[in-house]
């Protein structure tokens, strides 16, 4: 009786203090010589693979764009038929990993890449033009890798930005504090988690897994990351929408699943930075969809200029002579520059914001939630646009599913269906008549 009351009070300690500092609780989804050799997890995943780098030297964004650039060549080459075929994307993980992207956005201090955020986005959209899955996939990694700095403690900031480095580990995670099906209990100095978790995005294939889960008796969550090797955690194999086929977004059953004390992530500062997860993922999906809508756009002018025809009464020889093509062209390319310069703005202040760490003020804060929210909104209705209007501008023969041309539009109509759009324009608008900073929650 005495150590069940002693495992109850662990965990309403915990909340606590979580309580306390007013944390809301937030989402979501090379040759690297790493400075720290002797550092190992307490709680290995099991058969790691070691990669061997073939980049020497990738510390400016030049190299890793160049680096972005040939692999997102390369996913082109068989994004059709890996998009029909859905599945696990493990060959593209390993991929990535060979690229020696994976430490893109950690400090240098731990032996990471240490990209500015303006450039990673970058990267992301770069990824997302041959391959929304892929783009999605690594945006969710790159801001997992960070998730210990901003909601975990000092300590567990360190540990994982020094073993993400030293094994080359992808991440990926199942977060949506929505779904309160997953539940935690203590079990001695450690927990047990039972029940069911969905959108496990590229859960399949990570190393290092981040979940939510609820305490008994309470309407709180609370973070952890495991292994790959956990036993007890199954795929639900049940992935099977008309975009984003590649993510591998399945849920997933906890059966008696062990958690240490020491994954359970603990924010331990009282500040906005604290909050600063959603804002970060917010402007990742906004990228990954100018991707997707810069990859349909590239893809819809190489096929005007190679296979359409012009209209008979058109009077003219060549598709791109015609003049209903050349101003539809016009529209979309003036629509994705615009949707591109809004969410460069929300970069430079996402990356201002991140530079002052814990001194992020919570107005200073809301003002880049601002910027974020019309970024996402524009690139949302833009995306949409310009992915289901191509092929007013290529003809009839461009709809044969050996092109695969559909698979822009269904990806970005899949992944903009992640929160609703609306609610951004909404807090947009309270901004600019009220003064009125966005509320937090998990989605912003």
């Not at 060959?91 to 240098?108: A, D, F, M, N, W």
């Not at 997992?144 to 567990?156: D, K, M, N």
Request: aromatic share 10%; with cysteine; hydrophobic share 40%.
């Amino acid at each position: 009786m005495l150590n069940n009351i002693v495992k109850l009070s662990m965990v309403q300690r915990w909340l606590i203090a979580l309580a306390s500092i007013r944390i809301t609780v937030l989402s979501f989804y090379p040759n690297l010589k790493s400075k720290f050799k002797n550092i190992k997890l307490s709680h290995p995943p099991e058969n790691i693979e070691n990669y061997t780098m073939p980049v020497s030297d990738i510390g400016n964004p030049k190299d890793y764009m160049d680096i972005a650039i040939s692999l997102s060549k390369e996913l082109a080459k068989t994004a059709v038929e890996r998009d029909a075929k859905a599945g696990c994307p493990e060959e593209e993980i390993k991929q990535l990993r060979y690229s020696g992207l994976l430490p893109l956005v950690i400090p240098t201090q731990y032996g990471g890449i240490g990209a500015a955020w303006v450039d990673a986005f970058k990267i992301v959209q770069e990824l997302s033009k041959s391959d929304g899955s892929i783009g999605h996939l690594y945006g969710n990694h790159l801001m997992l890798t960070v998730f210990s700095h901003i909601l975990g403690t000092p300590a567990q900031k360190e540990k994982y930005y020094q073993l993400t480095v030293q094994n080359n580990w992808f991440w990926a995670n199942a977060i949506n504090t929505k779904d309160t099906r997953l539940k935690i209990t203590p079990d001695g100095d450690n927990f047990r988690v039972n029940g069911v978790k969905s959108f496990g995005t590229g859960i399949s294939v990570a190393d290092l897994r981040v979940f939510s889960a609820v305490p008994d008796m309470v309407n709180w969550n609370l973070f952890f990351v495991i292994p790959q090797d956990r036993e007890g955690v199954i795929s639900n194999q049940d992935w099977d929408n008309i975009g984003q086929r590649r993510t591998d977004s399945n849920s997933f059953t906890f059966n008696d699943v062990l958690v240490y004390k020491d994954e359970i992530l603990e924010p331990s500062m009282n500040s906005a930075f604290a909050t600063f997860t959603g804002i970060i993922s917010q402007l990742i999906k906004t990228h990954v969809y100018l991707g997707i809508t810069e990859g349909a756009f590239e893809s819809s002018r190489e096929y005007t200029r190679t296979n359409s025809k012009p209209w008979i009464t058109s009077g003219v020889d060549s598709a791109t002579e015609d003049p209903y093509t050349l101003h539809h062209y016009g529209e979309f390319w003036i629509e994705l520059q615009s949707a591109k310069a809004l969410a460069a703005q929300a970069a430079e202040k996402v990356q201002a914001a991140w530079s002052k760490d814990i001194n992020l003020t919570h107005e200073e804060r809301g003002e880049v939630a601002i910027a974020v929210f019309a970024a996402k909104a524009l690139a949302t209705r833009v995306g949409l646009n310009i992915t289901s209007r191509i092929f007013e501008v290529m003809g009839a023969r461009s709809t044969a599913t050996k092109y695969g041309f559909d698979r822009y539009w269904r990806d970005l109509r899949t992944f903009t269906l992640h929160d609703p759009v609306d609610y951004k324009i909404r807090s947009v608008g309270d901004w600019v008549l009220n003064n009125e900073l966005p509320v937090v929650t998990q989605y912003s």
